[in-house]
């Protein structure tokens, strides 16, 4: 089992800076791959970003386009999304979330990858 806890979220004006934070308790954090995902208001959840479980790979929705950066620190269980360059569009829940595959070998990008979800985190960018 393991306990995921968004923080970070808030809000910005275009062309802003967030950075998101997650962090994992009740596991061998290094045993899971960690993505994040966002959910806007009438929108499935969209994937974002996943980091591998030694942080090595590392796996980006093509719409990021180098504005975001996913790290992890295993030595105090975070992850950590970078965001730069907000738009509008960007609003959203941003969730954190652990995949089994740790070596990102699944489809990634597919929420039934994750088996753990942090609670999310808003992020609302305004024109």
Same mark, same amino acid.
């Given at each position: $089992?393991?306990?995921? %806890? *968004?923080?970070?979220?808030? /809000? +910005? $004006?275009? @062309?802003?800076?967030?950075?998101? /934070?997650?962090?994992?308790?009740? /596991?061998?954090?290094? *045993?899971?791959?960690?993505? !994040?995902?966002? #959910? ?7 994937? %974002?970003?996943?980091?591998? @479980?030694?942080? @090595?790979?590392?796996? &980006?929705?093509? !719409? +990021? ?5 996913? /790290?992890? =620190? ?15 569009? *960007?609003?959203? +829940?941003? &969730? ?13 990008? =597919? %929420? #039934?990858? &994750?088996? &753990? !979800?942090? #609670?999310?985190? $808003? +992020?609302?960018?305004?024109?």
């Amino acid at each position: $089992q393991v306990q995921l %806890v *968004d923080s970070g979220g808030g /809000s +910005v $004006q275009t @062309g802003g800076s967030l950075r998101l /934070s997650c962090v994992a308790s009740g /596991s061998t954090f290094t *045993d899971y791959g960690m993505g !994040w995902f966002r #959910q806007a208001p009438g929108k499935e959840r969209e994937f %974002v970003s996943a980091i591998s @479980g030694l942080g @090595g790979s590392t796996y &980006y929705a093509g !719409w +990021v386009k180098g504005r975001f950066t996913i /790290s992890r =620190d295993n030595a105090k269980n975070t992850v950590a999304l970078e965001m730069n360059s907000l738009k509008p569009e *960007d609003t959203a +829940v941003y &969730y954190c979330a652990a995949s089994p595959k740790r070596f990102l070998e699944g489809n990634m990008n =597919d %929420v #039934q990858e &994750y088996i &753990y !979800w942090g #609670q999310g985190t $808003q +992020v609302t960018v305004s024109s």
